[in-house]
DNA sequence: GCGCTCTACTAGCGCGCTCTAGCTGCGAGT
DNA sequence: ACTCGCAGCTAGAGCGCGCTAGTAGAGCGC
């Protein structure tokens, strides 16, 4: 399986041709498994190469070739649903023959830095996760390479993207709440985060369709445990709980369902909860959370394909797919606690009892 | 900031030198910081490079210049700790002027995948998260290039180790919550996951020398929140719960509490919950897990330098750096239903009252 | 004037690969 | 016999850069 070369470097598609006794050309025609060898020959090539440890170097590869046949994608490793997204990316990217790599933000280390190292390894096309940049920016990219975000929207800049219908999932919540018979629905949002705008927006909407006017209520939050914590420390602190909370996205709701399990608050007997995403956390059999489904592979697969027909085709005009998000109703949503139907469409302000459970 | 080079191309050194009227040559040094350019011409390279929105391409620099100043990141993408540690990773390897490429692991993208995706990008250095690559394989790689792995031991292969003294960390959360007075430590372990079986071993010697030796309890689990909530219901079906549990991670901790919560069984007033990362799960205001502090920045930085130094001479020994962990003791660990100071040195195997909240 | 050093710059090879153009030999067609 | 085509192979340029060896010119002492 492995030799070492004279002097110790790697060896080289010389090396194999020179132990094969053929060229260098014929070399490459085999690793790129294109016609022109005969199956013997290809056969040895392949042995000798195996022999000798040989392994393509794609950095010689990407700058002979004019192309380079990588994806740059840029995340942020803290969202479990990008997690999601990557495993996505992978498979298809590779059954295009492409090649992926991963450049994280962090903090000390922003966006764009993160962008940076991924366009100066030469990736003709990025695939932006979580991205929080301007449209400028994004449009100035854009004409630099091929682009998607997802997650967001990116209307005016020269990229695609692929989101989901964020609106038609917030409706599915609202809608599956108010059926249960909650009327006072709060909403912890996810302040700048990809998609809170959108979601916010959607539930102040919904609510105001089913003349909820009045109850509507937002929290402002992140999409993190953190937020959820806060937030329900804060519904805690209050004089009666909201019977139901849609959060800004899983990890909030997971925050959320902590606290107000510590405080001994029944969920969904007293309180009921929704998240967005359907990550990983969701699925846990006994978290069991209600949630807005979002089809990570099939996010996933659209954003690779996007940029792979620009890169084909670099006149084509912005596309922005928008995926439908599904409810799935799990077990931390049930009518609200005095409610024994649905509620009917009237417009009593108060609860029908105070919810205050002592620590 | 930009414009369009005649073609379309990406603009080269080439096109930077003409524009400014130098040669090739000079315009290299000005990009690698080199003396040996006049501070006017410096000026001008770099503005003119702006304009043309040059990027130096980092395959033809890495083909050019012998060494790559690579480091390749194998992560699994799916432990919030991972990503902690990576976080480390980025500072440290541009202050050492190396650059960072990440690949992940995943269903259908086995270890062996992604480490050959980072080697053929040239990577001169591997550091592995997370793996649970064999001796063999490890040792395979590190003859092949400077590798160290986090998080685990790789005694006998060729390649360095960063991890925490996992015995040491495990003794002190068994001491504590034997000086709380709890008798009844279960532990939840990681499975094959790295650190899980130190931390399975440190578990069991602790216990024997608190003559605990009857009380060791390992409930087989694995480091992600299902195993955490699997192991609650177990416990929940039992007759009685340990007083308290020592989950294999944060995550698995995560789980429990979860569980645990949703059951109406008070932590820690009825069962104690000690995890082990310290990643921001635990961090998190309200959760407030007590656990074992891993540090990830130093341990990143320690990863780093050995591979960076590996470089430098390749003839170094395997090193391993061996972290001391630290107990923090937050919410989640107290004196156990019954006690009301620490219990004495007796071998009553019975706990003073049976627990089982009902749900 | 000479040689010397020092700064600022340039010429040009080579990294490991891809790819176009061409070269060889052999069987089939006319 | 002589093309022709085709499979199988090779020569060699060039991708964008780093780097070594070198040159031009200024400044300086003697």
Known sequence: MEETTPGGRRPTMADVAKRVGV????????????????????????????ELGYRPDSAA????RGRSRTIGVMLTLHQPFEADLVEGVYPEAERLG?????????????????????LSHRCEALILLGSTASIARLDELGRRSA?????????????????TAEGKGVRQVVNHLVELGHRHIA?????????????????????????????????????????????????LS???????????????????????????????????????????LSHLSHIDLSTVRQDAVRMAEHAVRFVVERLDDST????????????????????????????????????PRGHRAGH
Chains 1, 2 share one sequence.
């Open 23 to 50: 060229s260098r050309a014929l070399v490459s025609l085999v690793f790129r498994n294109q016609p022109g060898a005969g199956e013997e020959t290809r056969r040895r090539v392949l042995e000798a190469a195996d």
């Open 61 to 64: 590869r990407l700058l002979a």
């Open 98 to 118: 492409y090649d992926v790599l991963l450049s994280a933000s962090a903090p000390g280390r922003d966006e764009s830095k993160a962008v940076e190292a991924l």
């Open 147 to 163: 682009v998607v975000v997802i997650g967001r929207t990116a209307r005016g800049a020269n990229v695609d993207s692929v989101h």
């Open 187 to 235: 909403h912890i949002d996810g302040g700048k985060e990809p998609g809170a705008a959108e979601r916010r927006r959607a539930y102040r909407a919904a609510m105001r369709r089913h003349q909820l006017t009045e109850e509507i209520r937002v929290v402002p939050g992140a999409h993190n445990e953190d937020a959820g914590i806060a937030a329900g420390r804060l519904f």
């Open 238 to 280: 209050e004089e009666r709980l909201p019977t139901a909370v849609f959060a800004g996205n899983d990890r909030c709701a997971m925050g959320l369902l902590h606290t107000l399990g510590r405080a001994g608050i029944d969920v969904p007997g007293e309180v009921s909860v929704v998240g967005f995403d359907d990550s990983h």
């Open 316 to 351: 084509l005009d912005p596309r922005e797919a928008v995926l439908d998000p599904k409810l799935v109703v799990r077990g931390t949503s049930a009518a609200p606690p005095s409610a024994t139907g649905s509620a009917g469409p009237d417009d009593c302000r108060c609860s």
